[in-house]
């Protein structure tokens, strides 16, 4: 079973600021990993997959980088609708289990 | 836009049952691998499941294996979870979600089960 670990749990920053989310995975997932957006009483997003890729109708301040078992998801310049939870997720190879972070809470400071 | 309609969730004893249902419009659910995707009242977001394009092949979480059965009918766009000897910690808003490849693309809004005497 792939365990996937976020740093930090909390996040207190500034709009304006730029956010570095990490995301470390207790084997290789290769790029099989993706990050989501989720605010509070709402349905999580999907902003990244295979590590790098962009989801349809993302702004380009979401970037996504890392492979094997380290990921970082940065906000360059973060708006205040993009204080939230973000959640890394994973898929193993075969069986295709899937996995997800316990999240980062990115809060206004 | 893709839209998924959950239902079916309620209040239940333990040991009890429950079946999920989730509806797609806008979108034909037969393209589509599928998964349900559950998250526990102020805690994070827990893979319970996922399913096939033709429903010959589903995948289970640990937590729910031999208690859950995830299936489909194409004919009727429709997604569900059927959901056997059900305990507390099987409270949580359970969502569906069109799975490609190897990530969740389209969520539905969720539909909030809660197990208890």
């Known amino acids: 079973e792939i365990v996937l670990t976020q740093s930090p749990a909390i996040l207190s920053l500034s709009p304006g600021e730029r956010a570095t989310l990490s995301c470390r995975a207790s084997?290789?997932?290769?790029?099989?990993l993706a990050w989501y957006q989720q605010k509070p009483g709402q349905a999580p997003r999907l902003l990244i997959y295979d590590a790098s890729n962009r989801a349809t109708g993302i702004p380009a301040r979401f970037s996504g980088s890392g492979s094997g078992t380290d990921f970082t998801l940065t906000i360059t310049s973060l708006e205040p609708e993009d204080f939230a939870t973000y959640y890394c997720?994973?898929?193993?190879?075969?069986?295709?289990?899937?996995?997800f972070g316990p999240g980062t809470k990115l809060e206004i400071k | 836009e893709v839209q998924l309609l959950e239902s079916g969730g309620g209040l239940v004893q333990p040991g009890g049952s429950l079946r999920l249902s989730c509806v797609a419009s806008e979108i034909t659910l037969r393209n589509y691998a599928m998964s349900w995707v559950r998250q526990a009242p102020g805690k994070g977001l827990e893979w319970v499941s996922g399913i096939s394009i033709s429903g010959v092949n589903t995948y289970y979480a640990d937590s729910v294996k031999g208690r859950f059965t995830i299936s489909r009918d194409n004919s009727k766009n429709t997604l569900y979870l059927q959901m056997n000897s059900l305990r507390a910690e099987d409270t949580a808003v359970y969502y569906c979600?069109?799975?490609?490849?190897?990530?969740?693309?389209?969520w539905g809004q969720g539909t909030l089960v809660i197990v208890s005497s």
């Open positions: 979600a069109t799975l490609l490849m190897s990530y969740f693309d389209s």
């Open positions: 997720q994973q898929r193993s190879s075969w069986p295709p289990l899937f996995s």
């Open positions: 084997q290789s997932v290769i790029n099989y």
